[in-house]
Nanobody, 128 residues
Framework: QVQLVESGGGSVQAGGSLRLSCAAS????????MGWFRQGPGKEREGVAAIRTRGTATYYADSVKGRFTISQDNAKNMLYLQMNSLKPEDTAVYYC?????????????????????WGQGTQVTVSS
């Protein structure tokens, strides 16, 4: 089992920045990818960014490329999402997720079904 706990959400004005954190615990050695997903009001959950846990490969949704950066600190078992130039449409509950699958690539690396473990989510609200 892997436990994930997100933090860092909050309210910010458009153009501002936030950094989300995700603390991982448990049998984390079983995970091969970590990702951030979000679900806005009345919307389906969508993949935002993902990273290979043993390596440097990163993946981003087109909607956040150039604005969001995913990173990890394996020594601390932490995952991060730096969000810059935030827009009102970025308002959502953001979830951290972990996948055990080995060979994920675009687009499956940003699909919810590829991930087994999920955090409880943290709210991000961007006002105009």
């Amino acid at each position: 089992q892997v436990q994930l706990v997100e933090s860092g959400g909050g309210s910010v004005q458009a153009g501002g920045s936030l950094r989300l954190s995700c603390a991982a615990s448990g049998y984390i050695y079983s995970t091969n990818f970590m990702g951030w997903f979000r679900q806005g009001p009345g919307k389906e959950r969508e993949g935002v960014a993902a990273i290979r846990t043993r390596g440097t490969a990163t993946y981003y949704a087109d909607s956040v490329k150039g604005r969001f950066t995913i990173s990890q600190d394996n020594a601390k078992n932490m995952l991060y999402l730096q969000m810059n130039s935030l827009k009102p449409e970025d308002t959502a509950v953001y979830y951290c997720a972990a996948a055990e699958a080995w060979g994920l690539r675009s687009p499956t690396v940003l699909e919810s079904d590829s991930y087994r473990y999920w955090g409880q989510g943290t709210q991000v609200t961007v006002s105009s």
